[in-house]
């Protein structure tokens, strides 16, 4: 089913290590994104993409990294882990547009100890 | 800048009852408001959006909000509650022309559903 997969579903880290969250889509979607779920403060993005070969911050950018080699892919990487970023992560896809409709992955949820 | 409040982080109704989720938005230009539902476990769903054509909007599942600019608010409401309602309930925000559409979200609620 066409859609956006991200991987891994669950993950736990220790303090330090690096690690990077796939997310992949087939709906040649121009406009990707990365946020974080947590209790009480809804989703905050993290990163963007408005097509391959460009990115952008958003609002809580800092310990991460991405970048858009392809349309397919955005792949979040976490330089060293800190135990404030545990939390559930979302990618979404969608066409470059302020109206555009999100389409989200099922999260991966992780724990850094 | 642009944000979203989202009126109780958890509202709890009875089967049949009427649902009202509350959310209100500031912009300083013409905003595109989306709610969004998330099942357990689950990414998010797009229930139904506004994009400055009628300011009633329908939704899946028997969903509907009204876009009030005097109030600036993006109410959810839906008659007569499930039991397969129970989820969180996100009201977003992008801005009309934003790049990408970029999406802000508010804090998210809580909707549970008494038999």
């Known amino acids: 089913n066409a859609g956006v997969t991200q991987t891994p579903k669950f993950q736990v880290l220790k303090t330090g290590q690096s690690m990077t969250l796939q997310c992949a889509q087939d709906m040649n979607h121009e406009y990707m994104s990365w946020y974080r779920q947590d209790p009480g403060m809804g989703l905050r993005l993290i990163h963007y993409?408005?097509?391959?070969?460009?990115?952008d911050q958003g609002e809580v950018p800092n310990g991460y990294n991405v970048s858009r080699s392809t349309t397919e892919d955005f792949p979040l990487r976490l330089l060293s882990a800190a135990p404030s970023q545990t939390s559930v992560y979302f990618c979404?896809?969608?066409?470059?547009?302020?109206?555009?409709?999100?389409?989200f992955g099922a999260g991966s949820r992780l724990t850094v100890l | 800048a642009q944000s979203v409040t989202q009126l109780g982080s958890h509202v709890s109704v009875s089967e049949g009852a009427l649902v009202l989720l509350r959310c209100n938005y500031s912009?300083?230009?013409?905003?595109?408001l989306f709610w969004y539902v998330q099942y357990p476990n689950q990414g998010l769903q797009l229930l139904l959006k506004?994009?400055?054509?009628?300011?009633l909007v329908k939704g899946i599942n028997g969903f509907e909000a009204e876009f009030k600019k005097s109030e600036t608010s993006f109410h959810l409401t839906k008659p007569s509650a499930h039991m397969s309602d129970a989820a969180e309930y996100f009201c977003?925000?992008?801005?009309?022309?934003?790049?990408?559409?970029?999406?802000?979200f508010g804090q998210g609620t809580e909707l549970s559903v008494k038999p």
């Open positions: 979404a896809s969608g066409r470059e547009s302020g109206a555009n409709v999100l389409t």
């Open positions: 993409s408005v097509g391959a070969g460009i990115t």
């Open positions: 977003a925000v992008s801005r009309a022309g934003s790049q990408g559409g970029k999406l802000i």
């Open positions: 506004y994009t400055s054509a009628a300011t």
């Open positions: 912009s300083s230009v013409p905003p595109y």
